[in-house]
């Protein structure tokens, strides 16, 4: 019993709060690589595609239209240059 209470009084709630700070620190780098791939020039003609769609279809109170097909087309764009970066990186 007096040995947990000097645990917890020795600072360990604080080496948690360390190790919970260190871990917030952390960034995917596929989540930055997804980012800058989003800003080339390719990605962007395909995004405003797929927000010239979302627009349209919104408008619309019934439509069978759906931007499956732009939708694709942006994700393969950026997973494409994705693709090129990311295993550079990878140790």
């Known amino acids: 019993m007096v040995f947990e209470e000097k645990m ?18 952390m960034v995917d780098p596929l989540d930055t690589m997804r980012q800058k791939c989003e800003e080339t020039e390719h990605c ?6 797929l927000e010239l769609c ?18 694709f087309d942006f994700l393969h764009a ?5 693709s090129h970066k990311l295993f550079h990186s990878v140790k």
């Open 8 to 25: 917890i009084t020795n600072g360990e709630p604080e080496d948690e709060e360390e190790e919970e700070e260190e871990e917030e620190d």
């Open 44 to 49: 962007v003609h395909t995004r405003e595609r």
């Open 54 to 71: 979302e627009t349209r279809v919104g408008s619309r109170p019934s439509t069978a239209e759906d931007c499956t097909e732009e939708l």
């Open 78 to 82: 950026r997973d494409h240059c994705v």
